[in-house]
């Protein structure tokens, strides 16, 4: 097994102001959205930032600001196992580390098994690269025709908006690019590259914003993106893929949503990965994104000892639900380097999802894919569920394993 390694200090900040754009400075007209004051918040604020008002807590650029980037800010916040001091320990990775003072109030203080600790603090294991493992195991640099734009499929392209995101997943599919430079003149460069290739390929009628989070943009250089897209007359869907309802809900202000409604078609896929991610001020955020009219997705990435057990699923699955949010797909991992201690089996997710379906709403049972490795995109998984044929009868089998025929048409 070779070695990597994680650096702790992230000089790079949020694409605040640039000649596109200035991100307003807080003032009554664009003054943090209203969460609810829920004690966890409250009691986590006044430990870990006494000098801080709600209003700053509750104001998305201030948790950017306050971000936990360092083995010192962290360790006054949680025990650190040998494991994570070590890997936070180490420099020059690929992926940085970074908590939003939000997020970091989810995280169990010392239960290093905790799901929502595993999925944003380094351990040891992801130093480790593992056979069948790679930088860019889906082949997306291939599928590259101009920096920050992967064509793969026929009618649509993945547009890479930012490498910035407010919390830095440890399984992220793309991370040997994000947290990488945030010069905003080079994003403007690159984004115009895109335009015209877009421009230039009119089969392509749908767009998904990614990155990064290109939610953690501010609304004007966000704006400037949607209104560039929407002048490309055989552009139809706008989609955005995002985790931010979860790990920066204060993000999803009045005002954000009062532009995005601007850009419809436009649909949200969440990032969702574990039910303790389901706050009160993630379903506000979720609302608030809802209410201005947006289809809501999610993608779930299943993952070893946090989300891959039947119950766990289905609580996730249903509160997405709950929250107005369509569980669009659960993501096999993907093998990316030092990923092995996050990846399940296949079989454990084929067993996940049928202990959904059936089992519950139909609507909150996802599609189960895998992306396949190379560059040769989604495949779904099924269980088997039509057994083959007696004369002119399929045999079907339903969610309970009972066997029933079906007299197909001749
Ligand atoms: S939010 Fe998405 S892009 Fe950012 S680190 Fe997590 S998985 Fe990767």
């Given amino acids: 097994m070779a070695l990597k390694t994680i650096p702790i200090e992230e000089p790079e900040e949020p694409p605040s102001s640039c000649h596109l754009t200035i991100c307003p400075p ?69 992926l940085p580390f970074a908590i939003t003072p939000y997020y970091a109030s989810l995280v169990a203080k010392d239960d290093c098994q905790d799901p929502i600790r595993r999925a944003v603090v380094p351990v040891i294991n992801e130093l480790m690269v593992s056979p069948g493992e790679a930088h860019d195991p889906l082949g997306e640099d291939s599928h590259t025709p101009v920096p920050g734009l992967v064509h793969r499929y026929p009618d649509r392209a993945l547009f890479l908006t930012t490498d910035y995101c407010s919390n830095y997943c440890r399984y992220c599919t793309r991370s040997r690019m994000v947290g990488r430079s945030q010069d905003t003149t080079a994003i403007k460069a690159r984004w115009e590259k895109a335009f015209v290739y877009i421009e230039q390929h009119r089969e392509i009628r749908d767009v998904l914003l990614s990155g990064g989070d290109p939610l953690t943009l501010p609304d004007e250089m966000l704006e400037y993106l949607l209104n560039r897209l929407r002048g490309i007359d055989h552009i139809e869907l706008i989609r955005i893929g995002t985790k931010v309802p979860a790990v920066l809900p204060q993000r999803i202000t009045g005002r954000l949503t009062r532009m995005l409604k601007r850009y419809h078609p436009l649909w949200i896929s969440i990032h969702a990965m ?57 993501y096999q991992c993907d093998p990316i380097t030092g990923s092995a201690h996050f990846r399940t089996t296949v079989a454990k997710g084929l067993e996940i999802y049928e202990g959904l379906r059936g089992h519950t709403t139909g609507y909150a049972v996802p599609t189960y894919v895998i992306d396949a490795p190379g560059g040769g995109g989604k495949i779904p998984l099924l269980p088997e569920t039509c057994l083959g044929r007696d004369g002119n009868d399929v045999l079907l089998r339903n969610y309970e394993g009972n066997i029933y025929r079906y007299p197909d048409a001749s």
């Fill in 26 to 94: 807080l003032t009554s007209a664009a003054s943090p959205a209203r969460f609810p004051a829920l004690s966890r918040a409250k009691s986590f604020r006044n430990r870990h930032f006494p000098s801080s008002t709600i209003d700053e807590w509750n104001d998305w650029r201030w948790q950017l600001r306050n971000r936990i980037t360092t083995v010192d800010q962290l360790e006054k916040i949680i025990t650190l196992t040998d494991s994570e001091r070590q890997a936070l320990q180490r420099h020059d990775s690929t």
């Fill in 274 to 330: 574990h039910p303790a991610e389901q706050t009160k001020e993630m379903k506000k955020a979720c609302e608030r994104l809802a209410d201005a009219g947006i289809p809501l997705g999610s993608q779930t990435v299943l993952l070893a000892g946090i989300n891959d057990n039947v119950p766990t699923m289905k609580k996730l699955m249903q509160g997405l639900v709950r929250m107005r949010v369509k569980p669009y797909y659960l």
